[in-house]
């Protein structure tokens, strides 16, 4: 049984920073895109950042380019955000996210490319 489990949110003021870990059970994170994908009140769930743990291409969201990054550390089977210079519109529940299947994703921002999702983890930025 496929298990992603997020934890590191938390509220924070803007300007600070944050480090979300995402820890795979019963799948392995090497040789596959993973991804964090954000949601806000009242928005729709968006692409945040994803990495190719093959070959360590990386993908990030507009809104978080220059401030985001994302990592994978295949021993531990683990997929991290740090997340710096935080600001308000940061706001909100973030989830990690795995493929079914190893190889290329040509949308890999997209949710449509993945099926495994973490129960997510909160993140509040204070002004």
């Known amino acids: 049984q496929v298990q992603l489990v997020e934890s590191g949110g938390g509220s924070v003021q803007a300007g600070g920073s944050l480090r979300l870990s995402c820890a795979a059970s019963?799948?392995?994170?090497?040789?596959?895109?993973m991804a964090w994908f954000r949601q806000a009140p009242g928005k729709q769930r968006e692409g945040v950042a994803s990495?190719?743990?093959?070959?360590?291409?990386?993908y990030y969201g507009d809104s978080v380019k220059g401030r985001f990054t994302i990592s994978r550390d295949n021993a531990k089977n683990t997929v991290y955000l740090q997340m710096n210079s935080l600001k308000p519109e940061d706001t909100g529940w973030y989830y990690c996210?795995?493929?079914?299947?190893?190889?290329?994703?040509?949308?890999?921002?997209?949710?449509?490319?993945?099926?495994?999702w973490g129960q997510g983890t909160q993140v509040t930025v204070s002004s």
């Open positions: 996210a795995a493929p079914a299947r190893a190889g290329w994703l040509g949308y890999p921002l997209s949710s449509h490319e993945y099926t495994y």
């Open positions: 019963g799948y392995s994170v090497s040789g596959r895109f």
């Open positions: 990495i190719d743990t093959a070959y360590l291409s990386t």
